[in-house]
């Protein structure tokens, strides 16, 4: 038996003072089950301790003190011992606690005779047990016992903060993950309305760095038009919004295209009190063009149809009456006018079916050394016949190299620019169409001198049913499909397609195509297609 005098008594109160206060200002878990269990094994003169906490995966060491690493496993018999409630007292043991002992003592060969075993219990969760044991001399005494309770249960409370603690560092970094991985655009603005937080995608979305737009005002993170005129930055601050709201309209971006957002602007409250707000950004450009698209082109469609069919159906009807006599002049106009709408109808179809081919990245070429000037010949003259408005001049050098090409699809690009051409002069004027080459590409245009198109709109030609809204453009018949697909059919052989002009002064179409070389012939690639970007 050891002598506890009352000096030592009061060193071990005062010890244990200086503990507690240690430990409850110490956040890091395993630092603080350390600093505990020396305080534990210093405090009542043990050699050897040890805590065993409850994991996810069941009882798990720790902290120990006085063990060599490699002597861990022989401790098995305690750690993997069931605290067992002893009933009306609110406290644990551990069942054979003596002879779970005996086990570790035979297996480290080592005489440990003494051992206490305390809970680290919080309210009615037993989180962990502390074990400290002893070798020879006395047994531990009640005074050594009643102060490793008291200290436990400080202890467990500290190791509940701790605990606490790094499972709320765990779930901040975990929302700071799903924040910034997500792919809307994320704002957590404060009670001020200033930025706390951006997460990438946002970043992304308007090109600029995370950090640049930290503790800004709203407003100057969120440059956005509103289609429905709620202002988004200012709308809680001034108490308008109590609860959830969503919002569609334009973010101007500090670099790159202005883009359609659809905004939701959640406000957190804390009683009355407004804590934060969060704004997520969700680019739906895309989705409001698709819209769009379908919308058009189901009335461009309809209206693109329906005109034709009822000028066949008129002038079919009329031909037939019974009662009338025709002459041939009239029987002859109508059914020219029938044979135009029938052809009209049938390239527009065309036209849809390879737009649909487009889509589905099934459209073919089947490229072959191909003379230019042959083709430029027949299709315009093919035009040359139907107006009288318009001169056409030639420009195609008789030298010019053969190009790599599918002359149907030569033949269809040169139609619908040339179709264009005519279609948009209606003043007439002068339609030339030449071509020139370089080492190895051939570049063709097609100019004429009507209305041209505003520098704006010139960016949006080249999309699906994408027709310019002029006074001309209602009046003329159109899908806003041709540029689409000669841009898909010119890019399907490689080369490009781009514009020039100049409102009231006319429209030059380039496009590029690759110059036939005899070492092409091994490699032509007969299925190339191309997608709808
Ligand atoms: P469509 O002629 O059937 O409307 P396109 O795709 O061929 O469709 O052309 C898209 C739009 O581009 C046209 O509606 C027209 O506004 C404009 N455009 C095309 N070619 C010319 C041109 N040569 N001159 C002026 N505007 C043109």
Known sequence: MFDYGYE????????????????????????????????????????????????????????????RPEDLSYFAPLVEAVPQRVPGVGSWIIPNLE????????????????????PLKFKEDLLGMIYVLRRGGGAFSEDDRQV??????????????ARLVSQLRWEKARL?????????GIIILDDEGRTEQVNLAFSHMVGRRKEKMVGLPCADVLHMRETQGIEVCGSFLNGRAQSPFY??????????????????????????????????????????????????????????LKTPVAVIKGYASTLRREDANWDRKTLEDGLMAIEEESNRLAELIDNLLEVSRIQAGA????????????????????????????????DVPKNLPPVLADPERLRQILGNLLSNAVKYSPRGGVIRVGAWSDSDKVTVY???????????????????FSRLDSGLRR????????????????????????????????????????????QHAGNINPLAGTHDG
């Open 247 to 304: 919002v569609e309209g334009v973010l101007e971006p500090a670099r790159g295209k202005e883009k359609i957002v659809g905004v939701t602007v959640t406000p957190l409250y804390e009683g009355d009190e407004l804590v934060n707000v969060i704004i997520t950004v969700q680019d739906i450009t895309r989705f409001k063009e698709a819209e769009e698209m379908k919308v058009t082109f189901i009335s461009v469609i309809s209206h693109e």
């Open 99 to 118: 002879s779970r002992v005996i086990q570790v003592t035979t297996g480290l060969g080592l005489p440990l005779h003494q051992v206490v075993a305390m």
């Open 363 to 394: 459209l073919k070429i089947r490229p072959e050394p191909t003379s230019l000037r042959p083709i430029v010949e027949k299709v315009t003259e093919g035009f040359r016949m139907q107006t009288l408005r318009h001169d056409f001049v030639l």
């Open 148 to 161: 490793l309770v008291a200290f436990a249960d400080q202890a467990a409370i500290a190791v509940r903060n």
């Open 446 to 464: 097609v100019a004429d001198q009507g209305i041209g198109i505003p520098p704006e709109e010139q960016g949006r030609l080249f999309r699906r």
């Open 8 to 67: 030592y008594l009061l060193r071990q109160q005062e010890y244990l003072l200086k503990t507690i206060k240690a430990m409850t200002s110490r956040l890091d878990l395993s630092a603080l089950l350390r600093l505990i269990l020396n305080h534990a094994v210093e405090m009542v003169q043990g050699e050897m301790g040890l805590i065993v906490l409850q994991g996810k995966r069941g009882p798990e060491v720790r902290a120990f003190y006085g063990i």
């Open 475 to 518: 009046e003329t018949k159109g899908t806003g499909l041709g540029l689409y697909l000669v841009k898909s059919l010119v890019e399907a052989h490689g080369g490009s397609v781009w514009v020039h002009s100049e409102p009231e002064k006319g429209s030059t179409f380039f496009f590029t195509l690759p110059v036939y070389r005899p």
């Open 176 to 184: 700071d993950t799903i924040i910034d991985n997500s792919p809307a």
